[in-house]
């Protein structure tokens, strides 16, 4: 079975940085393009920044310069490093892991940037 284990996630002012986790078990990981979403209030999900299996990283435009991503298949984990965090990244951010018609998703963790 595969779990997804976010963290990381948490209370933020506009301006500073925080990085989430999400620790992948019951796949090969390796295989598997892995990334972000989120989810505002009311909003449509929305990707954050995916990475394929061969290591090609792309990102929202919303967060190109802020954001990068970076996966490790040693410990099939995959990570979001956070910068220069804005109120409108303020989201549930979820971890996914797919290949071909195979999509897994982590439960979310809450990203709030408020002062």
């Known amino acids: 079975q595969v779990q997804l284990v976010e963290s990381g996630g948490g209370l933020v002012q506009p301006g500073g940085s925080l990085r989430l986790s ?49 996966r490790d298949n040693a410990k099939t984990t995959v990570y979001l490093q956070m910068n220069s965090l804005k109120p409108e990244d303020t989201a549930v951010y979820y971890c996914y892991v797919g290949r071909d018609s195979y999509n897994y998703w982590g439960q979310g963790t809450q990203v709030t940037v408020s002062s």
């Open 22 to 70: 999400c620790a992948v078990s019951g796949t090969i990981f390796r295989l598997f393009t892995v990334g972000w979403y989120r989810q505002a209030p009311g909003k449509q999900r929305e990707l954050v920044a995916i990475i394929t299996s061969g290591g090609n990283t792309n990102y929202a435009d919303s967060v190109k310069g802020r954001f990068a991503s970076s």
